[in-house]
């Protein structure tokens, strides 16, 4: 091997390669770009002796003689199928969260004739680059640079196993969390969604609720908790008929008491803000951060929203915003009534009151649809409508209600009042003492979490649910909370440069075939996987490479990134 340095003909920068001798099937010698170093300008700067040191490593690599035979005639790539390399990142995740040792430590509970460290493994790392059926994923074990030898019956018994141990590797992932990237409860984000399955009979846990699809099949609910780096915390599943407001008050008292958290401050969407949720966390010492729905409050709570004392505006007069305080009593689990002294922070925004006109505009097309035609009007296209009207019967001759004719009655009176509330968002906090502007803000970052149910939906997909055992159901949840765990701090690592789909999909290029023996090609990668190498502190920024070059690589990452 050898240094050489060539000049661009459309620039006077001078490019640096490693260059690797060998000859065809003819027997004809010739050359090959094994790694490409960068511009010469650039790399003189960091090192001005850097070509001197690039050319001693390429002399002391003693494979100046070394040739490997190829047989051109073949494509490149047909000696075999892509073998991806890119799990080497989260592989030293897993190692950094040590994880190994945690399986290897509960193994002898059940003692099953399978390695459940290696199952989840190939379950997360290819629930995160290539997420499939448990079938599909065993079908492609074989596509990595070191290949899993997993059976098909050891999958699904490993899920029933995972349900045994998902509160404890919930806590475990947590003390890791903590240590590696300084994770910080005292503000936690919490949210539900649900996941359907594609059957029709019900049982104790898959139920029909109310699902965000609007899909008549059972569904699970599941809450989630992440910290204020967008990383997951902690998550519970819920039959899928509980409400959304049920499943704060179990899922808050385990995660406190499991992970041994001080006070925290909740920050959740309105569908959580119910008095027996609040009362519960300011009898247990901890605050919230909560939106509060304004149509359908009192009167006398409406019109302190709507007066226009007290409010501050921004210079352009597309913001204004002011907060008072107030004191209520509202009761608890067991009927007792607590008090609670809030911040309630209202803020109008002319881009929110935009966005709320232009929904209201179908909404009035559908209005006088239906006020001219009260036909049309029945229980199943109601949606939205039904606080406005009101649908009797009328004898146009006697005015008596009765079944004979259809009369829609319009509410303008609440109709207008609510078009005045197009733009107003409303907060409400124990934290009287934190600035407006501070709730608002940290309110801002539930966005992380609603990102986070996408994350695992659409990118990880998590549904529709393919196992049927509700133990296994777990299972299968567990998995896709720990690739959204490494997907999210991966993207942390990247300082969020990358959405998570970018870097699933660069993970998921990085691949290889063998070309001859013990020498493989390299697929050439994107910015999306150069910077992770940059942060992992390596670079295999070439065409080909020898086995003893890939096992090297993927020592370095684990090696580098554990000393972080």
Not at 326 to 335: L, Q
Request: some cysteine; proline content about 2%; hydrophobic content about 30%.
């Amino acid at each position: 091997m050898y240094i050489r340095v060539t000049e661009s003909p459309t620039s006077k920068n001078s490019k640096v390669y490693l260059i690797e001798g060998y000859r065809d099937e003819n027997g004809k010698s010739k050359q090959r770009i094994v790694k490409r170093y960068g511009n010469l300008q650039d790399l003189l700067v960091k090192d001005p002796d850097i070509l001197n040191k690039l050319k001693q490593e390429a002399k002391e690599m003693g494979l100046n003689e070394v040739t490997v035979e190829l047989n051109l005639k073949q494509k490149n790539g047909t000696n075999g199928p892509d073998l991806n390399y890119g799990y080497f990142f989260l592989e030293a995740l897993y190692e950094q969260l040590q994880l190994p040792g945690f399986f290897k430590k509960s193994a002898d509970r059940w003692k099953k004739e399978y390695d459940l460290n290696e199952i989840v493994k190939l379950l997360v790392f290819s629930r995160i680059m290539n997420p499939a059926s448990k079938l599909a994923t065993l079908a492609n074990q074989s596509n990595f640079f070191q290949p899993f030898k997993i059976e098909k019956n050891s999958v699904y018994r490993s899920l029933s196993a995972m349900n045994e141990i998902k509160e404890e590797l919930q806590a475990y992932l947590h003390k890791g969390v903590s240590t590696s990237y300084t994770r910080d409860c005292s503000l936690v984000f919490y949210d539900v969604t649900n996941y359907y399955f594609e059957i029709d009979e019900e049982d104790e846990v898959k139920r029909v609720g109310m699902c965000k699809q609007h899909r008549k099949s059972p569904i699970v609910q599941m809450g989630l908790f992440i910290d204020s780096h967008g990383l997951p915390i902690c998550y519970k599943l819920f039959p899928g008929n509980t409400a959304d407001t049920s499943t704060l008050i179990p899922i808050v008292n385990e995660m406190k008491q499991r992970y041994g958290l001080g006070r925290v401050i909740l920050t959740a969407d309105k569908g959580l803000n119910s008095g027996k949720n609040l009362a519960y966390l300011v009898k247990h010492g901890d605050g919230y951060i909560v939106s509060q729905k304004v149509r359908g409050t009192t009167s006398g709570f409406i019109s302190q929203v709507l007066e226009e004392d007290g409010y501050a505006y921004n210079q352009s007069k597309t913001f204004k915003i002011k907060s008072f305080l107030r004191d209520r009593k509202v009761k608890d689990e067991a009927g007792e009534e607590v008090d609670l002294h809030e911040k309630v922070v209202c803020f109008w925004s002319k881009n929110y009151d935009d966005r709320e006109k232009h929904k209201r505009e179908d909404l009035e097309k559908k209005l006088n649809s239906y006020l001219e035609n009260p036909s049309k009007y029945n229980a199943s296209n109601r949606f939205g409508l039904k606080k406005y009207l009101k649908l009797t019967h009328v004898n146009e001759e006697t005015g008596e209600v009765e079944k004979i004719k259809p009369h829609l009655e319009f509410d303008k009176k609440k109709y207008d009042r609510d078009q005045q509330l197009d733009g107003y968002y409303v907060l409400i906090s124990s934290e009287v003492d934190l600035p407006d502007d501070e709730i608002i803000e940290k309110y801002r970052g539930l966005w992380k979490i609603e990102e986070s149910f996408k994350v695992m939906k659409s990118d990880l997909e998590g549904r529709p649910v393919h196992v049927r055992r509700n133990d296994r159901v777990e299972g299968h949840f567990l998995i896709c909370f720990l690739a959204l765990l490494f997907s999210r701090i991966l993207e942390l690592k990247l300082d969020h440069k990358h959405s998570v789909r970018r870097i699933q999909k660069s993970l998921k290029n990085a691949t290889c075939r063998v070309i001859s023996k013990g020498v493989y090609s390299l697929k050439m990668q994107d910015d999306v996987f150069h910077d992770i190498e940059s942060v992992f502190g390596v670079s295999l920024d070439q065409d080909y490479a020898r086995i003893e070059q890939l096992r090297g690589y993927k020592k370095e990452i684990i090696k580098k990134h554990n000393k972080n």
